[in-house]
């Protein structure tokens, strides 16, 4: 069993800042990959970013690159989410997942393929 927290979220305004961080505990978090997803109102959850185990590779969706980061402390069992020049299409609940397979470099962007999630967080982005 892995329990996941979410938290950073809140209300911005457009062309603001945010920094999510997913706590995670009860497994060895260090071995998987971890990603965050986002699901709007009335649309299907997608992928946002993800960070391999070893922290030595990330992934982006399109939507976000060159304005969120993430990154992993393993000695923290944390992963975060910084998030830039935030845009109202941005406005999500953000959450964070484990990848079902261990030690992989592989990087998922379905989210069916993560097996462990956690409650997620809101983020609002006023225009």
């Known amino acids: 069993q892995v329990q996941l927290v979410e938290s950073g979220g809140g209300l911005v305004q457009a062309g603001g800042s945010l920094r999510l961080s997913c706590a995670a505990s009860?497994?060895?978090?260090?071995?998987?990959?971890i990603g965050w997803f986002r699901q709007a109102p009335g649309k299907e959850r997608e992928f946002v970013a993800a960070v391999i185990w070893s922290g030595l590779n990330t992934v982006y969706s399109d939507s976000v690159k060159g304005r969120f980061t993430i990154s992993r402390d393993n000695a923290k069992n944390t992963v975060d989410l910084q998030m830039n020049s935030l845009k109202s299409e941005d406005t999500a609940v953000y959450y964070c997942a484990v990848y079902a397979r261990m030690y992989t470099d592989f990087v998922s962007g379905d989210p069916l393929t993560y097996d462990y999630w956690g409650q997620g967080t809101q983020v609002t982005v006023s225009s």
């Open positions: 009860g497994r060895t978090f260090s071995r998987y990959n």
